[in-house]
């Protein structure tokens, strides 16, 4: 296996905050870059954690500490700048510096994260991004609540059951969950408005269904309901931070 031109870095929680990230940005990705398409897509990029396997993907935000401490490294504490740390800003900071200390540093590095309903921590990950020169484009991946709110932004019924279950839980929620996923409760598990609880009904737990979403929406849809939820604002820090990689640009500081 030929090695990949360009290697992207992902911090995220479970495998499947992963496989939601890297599937829009791959298709976000693929509509900008004419020739980054997907039978060709492993000799231009990768996505990575901190081990040199192919099928390490990414590195979970609870393992960085143990990462820097198995290589000996320390992290920074204290201050960014004349600021005092914001929500998620020093275990974002202990995540780059885990991914700058390596031989062969990523070109960017993706911080996948929920809000979990505490829209500081965007503040938190803007506020590390922008408090030290790393080496690597750092593209934030911030769902509201959960990345469960992404998968719903693509949901389309298929057929008159998935139609029947769409009514029925808007009907018991008293709001669109398509449109509306950034209302959903993402701390109270099995509440009313549990936003895991509203897409298990949805697609009865089934990934397959789930990967249809994310993969066969359009992305004008994706965008369009994915305004408040982070999805949009992800997408566009996409094309704005990685697609300039591919095309060789320069990218704006």
Not at 100 to 123: E, F, K, M, Q, Y
Not at 146 to 153: Q, T
Not at 158 to 169: A, K, T, V, Y
Not at 206 to 222: F, K, M, Y
């Amino acid at each position: 296996m030929s090695e990949s031109a360009y290697v992207f870095g992902v911090v995220c929680e479970a495998r499947a905050d992963q496989q939601t990230a890297c599937v829009i940005a791959d298709r976000v990705i693929a509509d900008c870059v004419e020739w980054a398409q997907p039978e060709v897509r492993d000799s231009l990029y990768r996505w990575c954690g901190v081990h040199p396997t192919p099928d390490n993907r990414f590195v979970r935000w609870q393992n960085v500490q143990e990462e820097l401490s198995r290589r000996g490294l320390k992290p920074i504490m204290g201050r960014f700048g004349d600021e005092s740390g914001k929500p998620d800003a020093l275990m974002a900071r202990k995540a780059l510096l885990l991914f700058r200390s390596l031989n062969h540093p990523p070109t960017a590095v993706v911080l996948v994260r929920d809000s979990d309903g505490d829209a500081s921590r965007r503040i938190g990950l803007e506020q590390v991004r922008r408090s030290y020169p790393w080496p690597f484009q750092v593209v934030i991946a911030l769902a509201e609540p959960k990345r469960e709110a992404w998968v719903l932004s693509g949901f389309e019924p298929q057929g008159h059951e998935e139609s029947n279950r769409l009514q029925r839980l808007s009907e018991r929620l008293s709001i669109d969950p398509l449109t509306k996923s950034h209302e959903l409760d993402a701390r109270k598990h099995g509440a009313k408005t549990d936003i895991k609880r509203a897409l298990s009904e949805l697609t009865q737990d089934d990934w397959r269904r789930e990967h249809q979403c994310l993969e066969e929406a359009s992305l004008d849809l994706l965008k369009q309901r994915g305004e408040k939820n982070g999805l949009a604002a992800f997408m566009t820090e996409v094309r704005e931070k990685l697609v300039p990689i591919l095309k060789g640009q320069d990218i704006p500081c």
